[in-house]
């Protein structure tokens, strides 16, 4: 593995996971397979799991961490070509992500869309740029619209939870007060549709994400319908896609609740995190017996320190 950036990157999805269940067991059992090689994570954005988790795990692998939070310790960042920097940008992307390239070894980018322009956001350019400019492996914590680390996580959670061989798995749009990206939502379609589970999408009509990342899944508009049986409830609120990056709902009957719950098989509810209350998330699912959410927070672990190592052994072992 490369870089990781998506699903694409990875050729043996289960064997990661697998991998990821291990080093949960045993953390410490390749502290120094990254002795003297240096993790750079660099947040454009907020972030509180990604951050820990992320240094955590590199931590395990006994490499060396340097954290940026760009966006309010670093100079605003130029991504156009042969524009004159007469306005608020102060570096080029070409400068800063060679730079850093050379501080670092590996490094981590965490960069959310603008939401304003749907080709801009979907092409990756800041992604895409980095990875050139860096000239090092990189690793997404969380692109315009992807967020693998969270996915894989994700992953991971329901192979140790499952009860039945092949659990039917519910992602539901759900309401917030803010728009928000499709990030979370996409990764976890395009990682449920390469899994051997049964996979059904709701949300209200407006709200259908990218068909390169839903893939086949079965969309179900009505979400009692598409509760039924279900197994696992992934609850996420994201911006329109078709109308982009606006709020077209904030319907309150899409959070899911204890009432909702009795539509399915006794469902385990998770969530990325971080939720509002009341709003995408009822506090009766979270502070209930079926939520997954510290747990599948706490998975962010294993799963990183999985991608480090593959990335680890990938790139520098002989
Ligand atoms: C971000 C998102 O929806 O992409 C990060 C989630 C991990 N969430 C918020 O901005 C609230
Ligand atoms: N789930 C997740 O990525 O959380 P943070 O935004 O806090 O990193």
Known sequence: MENFISVKDVKNISALVNEALELKKNPFAHSELGKNKTLGLIFLNPSLRTRLSTQKAA?????????MNMDKEGWAL????????????????????????????????????????????????FFNKFIKYAGVPIV???????????????LVTIEETKTKPRPKVVLTWAPHIKALPQAVANSFAEWMVKSDVEFVITHPEGYELAKEFTGNATIEYNQDKALAGADYIYIKNWSSYEDYGKVLSMDSHWMITNEKLKLTDNAQVMHCLPVRRGIELSDEILDGPNSLVIQEASNRVCAAQAVLKKMLETNFSK
């Open 140 to 154: 997404s914590l969380e692109s315009a619209t992807l967020h693998p680390l969270q996915s894989l996580a994700d």
């Open 78 to 125: 130029e991504t156009q070509d042969g524009v004159i920097m007469n306005h608020n940008t102060v570096e080029h992307i070409r400068e800063a992500a060679a730079v850093m390239g050379e501080y670092c070894d590996i490094i981590g980018v965490r960069s959310f869309p603008r939401l304003v322009d749907q080709h801009e956001d979907y092409s990756e350019d």
């Open 59 to 67: 931590l395990n692998l006994g490499m060396n961490v340097m954290v």
